[in-house]
């Protein structure tokens, strides 16, 4: 049974820093590729996910949305199974809940990766809040 296990979310003020943590269990790690998404309170129903990051399989290929470009940094540790989401200069805009995900395809490409309907498998996600 796969299980994607986030955690590291809270709430800290504009500026600060938080880093995210993925525990994935039940699957071959290095054969997936990991996401980062968001949904943001009050997002209209049948909204995707917003895409933030993620890592590819094997080669460590890094994507990010344009607006955590600069301030947020996705990692994996095949060893301990995990993926993070080094976050830095949080603002307001980013509260949302964040949610991994693990994808089991070879694709490769921003609007391949950022498509949240390409992965397998979601954790149930954990909030972060950024009080101005």
């Known amino acids: 049974q796969v299980q994607l296990v986030e955690s590291g979310g809270g709430l800290v003020q504009a500026g600060d820093s938080l880093r995210l943590s993925c525990a994935a269990s039940g699957l071959a790690f290095s054969s997936f590729s990991m996401g980062w998404f968001r949904q943001a309170p009050g997002q209209a129903p049948g909204k995707e996910r917003e895409?933030?990051?993620?890592?590819?399989?094997?080669?460590?290929?890094?994507y990010y949305a344009d607006s955590v470009k600069g301030r947020f940094t996705i990692s994996g540790d095949n060893a301990k199974n995990t993926v993070y989401l080094q976050m830095n200069s949080l603002k307001p805009e980013d509260t949302a809940v964040y949610y991994c995900?693990?994808?089991?395809?070879?694709?490769?490409?921003?609007?391949?990766?950022?498509?949240?309907?390409?992965?397998?498998?979601w954790g149930q996600g954990t909030q972060v809040t950024v009080s101005s």
């Open positions: 995900a693990a994808l089991m395809k070879a694709i490769y490409g921003l609007p391949l990766v950022s498509y949240p309907r390409n992965y397998n498998y």
């Open positions: 895409f933030v990051a993620a890592i590819t399989r094997n080669s460590g290929i890094t």
